[in-house]
């Protein structure tokens, strides 16, 4: 069969990409940014294309001319820069359904979401259960899958957020760890979806999770063993450090990170990630497996405990990095005569070192702001890296003694131009 999914390169699309290859069909995937895609999965014809402008049938037609199903996997979990709630699981999928109809696709299979619900508060939930009736109310052999928290061997958001918390130093820290979980392991996802497009599925809305829910806390320890690490206390968080930590990822979202402690991602933890797993059972042979059970067939290994550790100091990199910068660039604003005449002691023109300082100062501050705003973050690093060698070449031309001082400014910048390249090594999201 020819499929097309949508979000093929995520966390879920790209396991359901990965099972209808091995199912034998032609997959086409279409996403905003298909080039890291492409190269790892070069079987996959992959589309570039922003769903979010995809808003009438018009606009998909070409698009899925001569499928025989749609997987729809992609979502956004709330507005930003980039990323508009409505259009995608709302606008988008009212124009794609419309056009299936149009264009003779007989299946269509739709990732939702659990808690899905037009009344919600939540523009998620809202947005997500407005796409799910435009599925429902179509012509088409549909099936609605309403995962529960998504466990893989990747980590994306919100799993790799509880993968950094489980590999806390001395302790699990957490905000509402009494809140109830159901996972769902993303093979038995992908095969769900296999199964859709195959029409082994009656049209239904159903929740994919383990049968018995547990506790976050439960969850948390569980990983922290998974991750073969010492067994530790699980600390609650006051609830006003998840508000405050909510605000600001927030306001990080404004400048383009997606991080997974937006109010959004909390509101869905506050009401309990859990479904009905009874409706999954009736239709399938056997009921989907326990979160130990999904554990066991992905044992971790080195690189999973690097990225766990990592994963919450890259915010610290980035903070510290940008502080750096700002302040070196306004320091040598406040104290740009003693700066000039430090030049001017070994030679350089008064007029040829203030602008020097002034020039170096503005560029400081231009990278320190910039590499926060996410669009810009990897040219900031590398600006970084030229500006210091720069400053080194520079340096040891006209003021070599400064190797020597013993305050060793010049030798402090090998340390600040190291952390810089981890940065660059950390930057990727996925």
């Not at 001569?66 to 606008?91: E, F, K, T």
């Not at 509880?162 to 760890?177: N, Q, S, T």
Request: glycine share 8%.
């Amino acid at each position: 069969m020819n499929i097309l999914v949508l979000g093929g390169y995520g966390l879920i699309g790209d396991a359901i990409v990965g099972r209808l290859l091995r199912d034998g069909h032609h997959v086409t995937g279409l996403g905003r940014d298909v080039g890291d895609a492409g190269r790892r999965r070069p079987a996959v014809r992959w589309i570039a294309a922003d769903m979010s402008k995809l808003l009438a049938a018009e606009d998909w037609l070409p698009v899925v001319a001569g499928m025989d199903a749609v997987v729809n996997a992609a979502g956004v979990l709330q507005d930003g820069p980039r990323d508009r709630l409505d259009a995608v699981h709302r606008g988008s999928v009212v124009a794609l359904v419309a056009a299936c109809e149009q264009a003779g696709v007989h299946r269509f299979a739709q990732i939702s979401a659990i808690g899905a619900d037009v009344a919600s508060a939540n523009p998620f939930f809202s947005t997500k259960a407005q796409g799910d009736r435009a599925v429902a109310s179509s012509s088409l052999e549909w099936t609605i899958l309403r995962p529960g928290l998504v466990i893989a061997p990747a980590a994306y958001g919100g799993t790799a957020l509880l993968r950094a918390l489980a590999a806390f130093p001395g302790f699990v820290p957490a905000v509402m760890p009494r809140q109830p979980i159901q996972t769902a392991a993303v093979t038995e996802i992908a095969e769900a979806v296999s199964r859709a497009v195959a029409g082994s599925l009656p049209r239904l809305a159903v929740d994919l999770v383990e049968a018995n829910a547990r506790p976050l806390a439960d969850v948390l320890l569980a990983l922290r063993a998974w991750l073969g690490l010492p067994p530790a206390r699980v600390v609650p968080m006051p609830a006003i450090l998840g508000r405050l930590a909510g605000a600001v990822a927030d306001m990080l979202g404004i400048l383009g990170w997606r991080s997974p402690l937006r109010c959004a991602a909390l509101a869905a933890v506050a009401r309990g990630v859990t479904g009905d797993a009874s409706a999954w059972n009736q239709v399938c042979d056997r009921p989907l497996q326990p979160l130990e059970a999904t554990l066991a067939d992905m044992p971790a290994n080195v690189q999973e405990r690097w990225f766990a550790r990592l994963w919450l100091a890259k915010p610290v990199i980035f903070a510290c990095l940008s502080l750096f910068w700002l302040v070196s660039g306004i320091v040598g604003l406040i104290r740009q005569e003693a700066a000039a005449d430090l030049l001017v002691s070994h030679g350089v023109s008064a007029s040829f070192a203030h602008l020097s300082v002034l020039a170096g100062s503005a560029a400081d501050m231009l990278v320190g702001a910039a590499v926060v705003v996410r669009s810009l973050a990897r040219r900031a690093l590398l600006a970084m890296i030229a500006i210091t060698l720069s400053y080194l070449a520079a340096a040891t031309l006209l003021v070599p003694g400064l190797w020597l001082d013993p305050l060793g400014p010049l030798v402090k910048t090998i340390p600040a131009l190291c952390l810089v390249v981890v940065a660059l090594a950390v930057l990727d999201e996925r």
